[in-house]
């Protein structure tokens, strides 16, 4: 590595550090990510300038038209995506990534192939392979749970531990082998198969609510797979800017569980060999609810003097949040006080109700966040809850057999009346029953978010 | 050449405690955002795949080194991009009132 080259990618270094410190700062977030983008596009621009003299005919073939295919696939995906689907999103470019990192070891290995190579770069070469892989299966995984491709609810299977830590130690056996023989074709071709294998088992049990830390999980592995082959490649700027992602994505997630109120341990292992399934909720099955009119509804949230609005995914996914704002504004000019409570967890991600709402230009002053709020909902008058289910759910506070049992909950069910607007009585993501459905004071509102919200909209203004 | 690992490990030991230090004070509202913009950073490994792509020659290498740089571009491209996309909604609302010092958070 020359000295101009060390000093660039130290440059590209500092800047992504400068731009993961301002992501964290409310103030600056949008900065950060300029920032590290800044970064990049200096590494990878000044790696093309090194590189240049050096291309083989075919070489600069793939990586210009590589570029091109990768850039242009990557804007229109993530230009297109709808806000509700971030996250499966955010999981997809983690999965390619770390597909990349893997692929890069792989070709690394392959060059290898025949001559003995050191150990010091045969193990992190092996690394980056298991890593990479199975963060790229893993993350598809979660793609294809968010995105409702298969069921999010938690698959399993009797010695579903089993098979794992068999399946991980036959990985370290075949990675043992790989060392001793590098190079061998068939070898690595086993291994690949074996960590996919184990990428999409791992992922499989984990329920679709728990997604999110698995996703910042899978991230930070990412990183390290990066940093892996920062290691086998000499490169200053992935092993810097890989194991500044795997430190940051792991304290994240370490963070995301925390506000979900879930033991990490409880999330990645939790669903495996788990036998009671929503035991602690069939009491309440074939329980009656009570249904109410869009009228009544409107009757009631006009005459409150405090309303509390409790927002989850439903809304995001009906797009609701524009007809929100306009049924908040008109209690509001009939002088009800209003407050938005957002759940840590509410939407898919921490994090993206505050995204979905300001989108739909709800003052920020209006959001209040679950320690704030809690302790108000004793004064409100009703509590309306739109297209949210699991973040009010008693059962996190009283049914310690319940999957969400622990999480820290809103306590819409301490307000005077509880309005669910849903879609049915699915339950939620958790895929839990929540017997505050069954509560004498809920009245429930079937039928699409956006839909129910107009039908609000137009009986709060008859009344 | 083992002079060499050890640096490559001290960059490799400072990087971790940095990646700790930076985030521990992120408020629950940025954590989404924060994701994907690190998830961006690691897309880095496009230089790994240029490095590896620049002196193809045999076929497998050829369509190893392409498919690398396509799958890492992608994760630059589309997470810079899309965390561009997060941060926007909150522009002119809270983020972007407070740009020009104009007072704390409320």
Known sequence: ?463 | MNEQLVVLVTYFVLAVFIGFEVVSKVPTILHTPLMSGSNAIHGIILVGALLIAAHAQTPVEIVLGFVAVVLATINVVGGFVVTDRMLEMFKGRQLGRTDGKAGKEP
């Not at chain 1, 130690?169 to 690595?188: P, R, Y």
Request: glycine share 12%; charged share 10%.
């Open chain 1, 1 to 463: 590595m020359t000295i101009a080259t060390a000093l660039v990618y130290l440059l590209a270094a500092i800047l992504f550090i400068l731009g993961l410190l301002f992501l964290s700062s409310p103030r600056a977030a949008r900065y950060g990510n300029w920032i590290a983008a800044g970064g990049m596009v200096l590494a990878v621009g000044w790696t093309g300038v090194v590189l240049y003299r050096s291309f083989t005919s075919a070489g600069l073939a793939i990586c210009v038209s590589g570029v091109v295919i990768g850039g242009v696939a990557g804007t229109v995906a993530a230009r297109k995506v709808k806000m509700t689907a971030m996250p499966q999103m955010v999981a997809l470019f983690n999965g390619v990534g770390g597909g990349a990192a893997a692929l890069v070891a792989v070709a690394e290995l392959l060059k290898g192939a025949g001559s003995h190579s050191e150990l010091q770069t045969g193990l992190p070469v092996v690394f980056a392979i298991i890593i990479g892989s199975i963060s790229f299966a893993g993350s598809i995984i979660a793609f294809a749970k968010l995105q409702e491709l298969m069921t999010g609810t938690p698959i399993t299977y009797p010695g579903q531990h089993v098979v794992n830590a068999a399946l991980a130690l036959a990985i370290l056996a075949v990675a043992g082998v790989l060392l001793a023989m590098t190079g061998s074709v068939v070898i690595l071709a086993v291994l690949l198969i074996l960590v996919l294998v184990l990428g999409v088992t791992f992922v499989l049990p984990i329920g679709g609510a728990d997604m999110p830390v698995v996703i910042s999980l899978l991230n930070a592995c990412t990183g390290l797979a990066v940093a892996a082959s920062g290691f086998v490649l000499d490169n200053f700027a992935l092993i810097v800017a890989g194991t500044l992602v795997g430190a940051s994505g792991t304290l994240l997630t370490k963070l995301m569980s925390d506000a979900m109120g879930r033991r990490l341990s409880t999330v990645l292992f939790g669903a495996v060999g788990q036998v009671q399934q929503a035991g602690a909720s069939t009491g309440v099955k074939g329980r009656a609810t009570r249904t109410g009119t869009a009228d009544d509804i409107g009757m009631l949230l006009a005459y409150s003097n405090f309303v509390i609005i409790v927002p989850g995914y439903g809304l995001a996914v009906a797009q609701a949040q524009h007809v929100l704002r306009e049924l908040v504004d008109l209690l509001e000019q009939r002088g009800v006080e209003v407050a938005y409570a957002i759940h840590p967890v509410a939407g898919r991600m921490p994090g993206h109700m505050n995204v979905l709402l300001a989108e739909a230009h709800v003052p920020y002053e209006q959001l209040k966040e679950m320690d704030e709020i809690n302790d108000e909902f004793k004064r409100a008058d009703v509590a309306l809850v739109v297209g949210a289910n699991d973040v009010v759910n008693p059962a996190a506070r009283n049914s310690p057999g319940s999957d969400i049992y622990g999480m820290p909950i809103l306590n819409a069910d301490q307000a005077r009346n509880v309005v669910f607007l849903k879609r049915s009585m699915r339950p939620g993501f958790a895929g839990i029953d929540n017997e505050l459905f069954y509560d004498p004071r809920t009245i429930m509102l079937f039928g699409d978010a956006k839909e129910s919200l107009a039908r609000l909209v137009a009986a709060v203004k008859a009344a």
